[in-house]
């Protein structure tokens, strides 16, 4: 991506500067001194794989199969795997990267909803949740890995496509999972040139990062080359701070949380300010590669603040741009190991028991690639006799992948004695299997557990719900409860009726699974009166003020509103009864609780409530700014805020029912010009955030991002035109900081605009 920021102001970046090139180690003395342009001419190509005779290549608005069909080095052919990979001249921070084969046998990328999988000849596409915004990698067990500027480190700990089962469930812990909170970097030497380095809080008094500002590219140690303590740690780059951290990870009940290795040191850091690393990987010798930029410009022109700028601009930090780097690092006194895999299929087939999960992995993509059924019954006999559990999961999902992995097989591995392999068995098991999956409800393993929980959630019949009901009351996992509800989209209530007969001796378990109010709260999201009744006739049967009837009000009741803000009214058909017999004989959580329920629903002639208004239809104009609209958000925004307005936790709150969002239009208009400066309260969560100045966007722009906002996700505020936007740009135009929530709050000195709120 070598026309990425040529300086300040971008210009150039629409040239078709980029190239691919392959780097050969021809003496295996760890060191590369062969290079062979692949593939060139291309507009900022920002995705590569290798890939059969060739290699993936992402370069918007396209991702292409290059191939070398003669072996020289050069892609000769070429064909279009999809059309939709990115815009041309799009934000290339927030744009689809680092293609993938995970061990499930998809192509998965950062920053993307959409996968690719090649499977007999042809190109396959899967749905997927969007992870990360620059890099990926996976751990031994095949869980993604991934971050965001202002975040370490996130994981999906489970299949996203489990939750898209049930739009109706809110809570999913198993997404986008953010596997460490704490972001302190402790820099060498003084790092004044980070965005946002005027606020107070990004730099320490010495004048070094505090914390992360600029994460990306990590990776999970898979390697044998380092001492075994390294093993499964996670490297994260922080570009800003010229420094890699090195991460402790620990697995409990499916959950991975993680911890910094050093105390207020780091593994690799730097004096030279364009030390830049953006990526690291183990490489097939086992060492780790790091791959740094090489530039003291890495941010893009579209976020760069006045102060960074200025910093740039006083110490000389536009030029040079050609000067990247790879590292390799080793341990002391190692040696190079130069590493060939065999090129009969075969022979491959033991490379799947190499302790390298660089050569795990390729051994898996080339079995899969060659589609040679013949290795099966190697396969077969790996599976179950593997010397390490990383082998057995291995030979599974490359029997997968060649579409002959049976019913015997994983029956062997469902009695495996690793639960990592038992667990991969129950994820790989259909519904012919549901008998023998039904043995497992009492397995020692709460990952095991949950996997099975997700798998028997969506089977039908009494013995599938008996099983589920098992599950709860084993407990074990944070994420128990939302396996269960996940397979249940529209019979969560039916499901809630079986829960509450179960006898008095399985209230606590009930309980602490949290599974009465994640339920309750799926029923409240179907928004269908005549079944909302029904579960208030359920918790007005139970024993007032409750654990089960506590349980589900606040399932009911929801996350509590930020002062002032009005939820999303739910229409009933009828005032539920249930909702008075309900405020009797009860203690003051249970009575808040019922407010808070009480605040959503509306009936006709509810005293204080309007009916329902009616929803203005956009005319032409508001129309084409709505479209207009909905393409930038999907170009800028939806990296950090989601497709469905929901945001990222720890990153981005959601613009979903926000009030920022359907309050007064000067609030976002300021805010998109000039940016925000956390803390801010949305929806009751203070957020600590840096949302940056999209100034740069025309009033017109503006006005259609806020238009599809304010009616986008069922939302009904008022469209906002170029003039509204006019008005506020110029009412600030003197400012060259961002907001803070106080001053956004406060009366404003120019006219406020008629249009406002929902």
Same mark, same amino acid.
């Given at each position: 991506?070598?026309?990425?920021?040529?300086?300040?102001?971008?210009?150039?970046?629409?040239?078709?500067?980029?190239?691919?090139?392959?780097?050969?180690?021809?003496? /295996?003395?760890?060191?590369?001194?062969?290079?062979?342009?692949?593939?060139?001419?291309?507009?900022?190509?920002?995705?590569?794989?290798?890939?059969?005779?060739?290699?993936?290549? /992402?370069?918007?608005?396209?991702?292409?199969?290059?191939?070398?069909?003669?072996?020289?080095?050069?892609?000769?052919?070429?064909?279009?795997? +999809?059309?939709?990979?990115?815009?041309?001249?799009?934000?290339?921070?927030? *744009?689809?990267?680092?293609?993938?084969?995970?061990?499930?046998?998809?192509?998965?990328?950062?920053?993307?909803?959409?996968?690719?999988?090649?499977?007999?000849?042809?190109?396959?596409?899967?749905?997927?949740?969007?992870?990360?915004?620059?890099?990926?990698?996976?751990?031994?067990?095949?869980?993604?890995?991934?971050?965001?500027?202002?975040?370490?480190?996130?994981?999906?700990?489970?299949?996203?496509?489990?939750?898209?089962?049930?739009?109706?469930?809110?809570? #999913?812990?198993?997404?986008?999972?953010?596997?460490?909170?704490?972001?302190?970097?402790?820099?060498?030497?003084?790092?004044?040139?980070?965005?946002?380095?005027?606020?107070?809080?990004?730099?320490?008094?010495?004048?070094?990062?505090?914390?992360?500002?600029?994460?990306? @590219?990590? $990776?999970?140690?898979?390697?044998?080359?380092?001492?075994?303590?390294?093993?499964?740690?996670?490297?994260?780059?922080?570009?800003?701070?010229?420094?890699?951290?090195?991460?402790?990870?620990?697995?409990?009940?499916?959950?991975? %949380?993680?911890?910094?290795?050093?105390?207020?040191?780091?593994?690799?850091?730097?004096?030279?300010?364009?030390?830049?690393?953006?990526?690291?990987?183990?490489?097939?010798?086992?060492?780790?590669?790091?791959?740094?930029?090489?530039?003291?410009?890495?941010?893009?022109?579209?976020?760069?603040?006045?102060?960074?700028?200025?910093?740039?601009?006083? %110490?000389?930090?536009?030029?040079?741009?050609?000067?990247?780097?790879?590292?390799?690092?080793?341990?002391?006194?190692?040696?190079?190991?130069?590493? #060939?895999?065999? +090129?009969?299929?075969?022979?491959?087939?033991?490379?799947?028991?190499?302790?390298?999960?660089?050569?795990?992995?390729?051994?898996?993509?080339?079995?899969?690639?060659?589609?040679?059924?013949?290795?099966?019954?190697?396969?077969?006999?790996?599976?179950?006799?593997?010397?390490?559990?990383?082998?057995?999961?291995?030979?599974?999902?490359?029997?997968?992948?060649?579409?002959?992995?049976?019913?015997?097989?994983?029956?062997?591995?469902?009695?495996?004695?690793?639960?990592?392999?038992?667990?991969?068995?129950?994820?790989?098991?259909?519904?012919?299997?549901?008998?023998?999956?039904?043995?497992?409800?009492?397995?020692? $393993?709460?990952?095991? %557990?949950?996997?099975?929980?997700?798998?028997?959630?969506?089977?039908? @019949?009494?013995?599938?719900?008996?099983?589920?009901?098992?599950?709860?009351?084993?407990?074990?996992?944070?994420?128990?409860?939302?396996?269960?509800?996940?397979?249940?989209?529209?019979?969560?209530?039916?499901?809630?009726?079986?829960?509450?007969?179960?006898?008095? #001796?399985?209230?606590?378990?009930?309980?602490?699974?949290?599974?009465?109010?994640?339920?309750?709260?799926?029923?409240?999201?179907?928004?269908?009166?005549?079944?909302?009744?029904?579960?208030?006739?359920?918790?007005?049967?139970?024993?007032?003020?409750?654990?089960?009837?506590?349980?589900?009000?606040? @399932?009911?009741?929801?996350?509590?509103?930020?002062?002032?803000?009005?939820?999303?009214?739910?229409? *009933?058909?009828?005032?539920?009864?249930?909702?008075?017999?309900?405020?009797?004989?009860?203690?003051?959580?249970?009575?808040?609780?019922?407010?808070?329920?009480?605040?959503?629903?509306?009936?006709?002639?509810?005293?204080?409530?309007?009916?329902?208004?009616?929803?203005?239809?956009?005319?032409?104009?508001?129309?084409?700014?709505?479209?207009?609209?909905?393409?930038?958000?999907?170009?800028?925004?939806?990296?950090?805020?989601?497709?469905?307005?929901?945001?990222?936790?720890?990153?981005?709150?959601?613009?979903?029912?926000?009030?920022?969002?359907?309050?007064?239009?000067?609030?976002?208009?300021?805010?998109?010009?000039?940016?925000? $400066?956390?803390?801010?309260?949305?929806?009751?969560?203070?957020?600590?955030?840096?949302?940056?100045?999209?100034?740069?966007?025309?009033?017109?722009?503006?006005?259609?991002?806020?238009?599809?906002? #304010?009616?986008?996700?069922?939302?009904?505020?008022?469209?906002?035109?170029?003039?509204?936007?006019?008005?506020?740009?110029? /009412?600030?135009?003197?400012?060259?900081?961002?907001?803070?929530?106080?001053?956004?709050?406060?009366?404003?000195?120019?006219?406020?605009?008629?249009?406002?709120?929902?």
């Amino acid at each position: 991506m070598r026309g990425y920021m040529p300086d300040m102001e971008a210009v150039g970046e629409d040239q078709p500067v980029g190239r691919v090139s392959r780097l050969e180690d021809t003496n /295996g003395d760890g060191v590369m001194d062969k290079a062979t342009v692949f593939a060139d001419g291309l507009l900022m190509p920002r995705a590569v794989m290798a890939l059969g005779d060739g290699a993936l290549i /992402g370069a918007p608005p396209t991702l292409t199969w290059y191939h070398d069909s003669d072996g020289d080095g050069v892609a000769d052919k070429s064909e279009v795997v +999809a059309s939709d990979f990115g815009k041309v001249g799009g934000q290339p921070e927030h *744009m689809i990267n680092s293609p993938t084969w995970m061990l499930d046998n998809w192509i998965t990328f950062a920053g993307a909803n959409v996968r690719y999988r090649f499977q007999r000849g042809k190109w396959l596409a899967g749905a997927t949740v969007s992870g990360g915004q620059w890099g990926l990698t996976q751990d031994d067990w095949g869980r993604p890995f991934f971050n965001y500027n202002s975040a370490l480190l996130h994981s999906h700990v489970v299949p996203t496509g489990f939750y898209a089962r049930n739009p109706n469930l809110a809570v #999913r812990t198993g997404v986008n999972w953010r596997v460490m909170s704490d972001g302190a970097t402790w820099p060498s030497h003084p790092t004044p040139g980070v965005n946002r380095g005027y606020n107070g809080t990004t730099l320490r008094e010495d004048g070094t990062l505090a914390s992360v500002t600029a994460t990306c @590219g990590p $990776s999970i140690y898979r390697g044998d080359l380092f001492p075994k303590e390294f093993r499964g740690d996670a490297f994260v780059p922080e570009p800003a701070g010229n420094l890699i951290k090195r991460l402790k990870l620990s697995d409990a009940a499916g959950i991975v %949380r993680a911890k910094n290795a050093y105390e207020q040191t780091e593994f690799l850091t730097s004096t030279d300010e364009r030390f830049r690393p953006v990526n690291t990987y183990t490489g097939p010798d086992g060492a780790l590669y790091v791959v740094d930029m090489g530039r003291g410009v890495i941010q893009h022109k579209a976020f760069l603040t006045y102060y960074l700028a200025a910093n740039i601009q006083a %110490r000389n930090l536009e030029q040079p741009i050609s000067v990247g780097r790879i590292y390799r690092i080793v341990p002391e006194r190692a040696q190079p190991r130069p590493v #060939r895999l065999p +090129a009969q299929s075969g022979a491959l087939v033991a490379m799947l028991e190499h302790p390298n999960g660089w050569v795990r992995d390729t051994a898996q993509r080339l079995l899969v690639e060659r589609d040679d059924a013949a290795v099966a019954p190697a396969l077969i006999a790996l599976a179950a006799k593997g010397k390490t559990a990383q082998a057995r999961v291995h030979a599974l999902w490359t029997l997968e992948g060649l579409g002959v992995l049976t019913p015997d097989v994983l029956g062997s591995c469902l009695k495996d004695g690793n639960p990592k392999v038992r667990q991969q068995a129950v994820r790989l098991a259909d519904r012919t299997m549901t008998g023998e999956l039904l043995k497992l409800v009492n397995d020692p $393993s709460p990952e095991v %557990r949950v996997e099975l929980a997700f798998h028997l959630g969506s089977q039908p @019949g009494d013995a599938a719900q008996e099983g589920l009901v098992a599950l709860l009351g084993k407990g074990g996992s944070p994420l128990l409860a939302e396996a269960v509800a996940s397979g249940l989209r529209g019979r969560e209530l039916e499901f809630l009726e079986v829960l509450l007969k179960q006898p008095a #001796r399985a209230e606590g378990s009930l309980i602490q699974s949290e599974i009465l109010p994640v339920l309750a709260g799926c029923v409240l999201a179907e928004r269908r009166s005549s079944r909302i009744t029904r579960l208030l006739d359920l918790a007005a049967e139970l024993p007032a003020d409750g654990p089960r009837q506590v349980a589900l009000l606040k @399932g009911c009741a929801g996350k509590p509103l930020a002062k002032g803000a009005s939820p999303k009214l739910i229409y *009933m058909d009828a005032a539920p009864a249930a909702l008075t017999a309900l405020q009797e004989n009860q203690g003051e959580k249970t009575l808040k609780l019922l407010a808070a329920l009480d605040q959503q629903l509306a009936w006709p002639e509810k005293r204080g409530v309007a009916p329902r208004p009616p929803l203005a239809a956009l005319n032409a104009d508001q129309q084409a700014l709505f479209e207009k609209g909905r393409g930038i958000y999907q170009t800028l925004c939806v990296g950090c805020h989601q497709p469905g307005g929901t945001g990222l936790e720890g990153l981005a709150p959601p613009l979903l029912d926000s009030e920022w969002v359907l309050g007064p239009v000067d609030r976002p208009a300021r805010i998109l010009l000039h940016g925000l $400066s956390g803390p801010v309260r949305v929806g009751g969560v203070v957020w600590r955030l840096e949302m940056p100045a999209l100034g740069q966007l025309s009033d017109e722009e503006i006005a259609g991002v806020l238009t599809y906002l #304010r009616r986008e996700w069922e939302h009904r505020a008022s469209p906002v035109s170029p003039k509204d936007v006019a008005r506020v740009r110029s /009412g600030s135009s003197s400012r060259n900081r961002p907001w803070t929530e106080e001053e956004l709050l406060k009366p404003q000195a120019v006219p406020v605009s008629k249009n406002s709120g929902n």
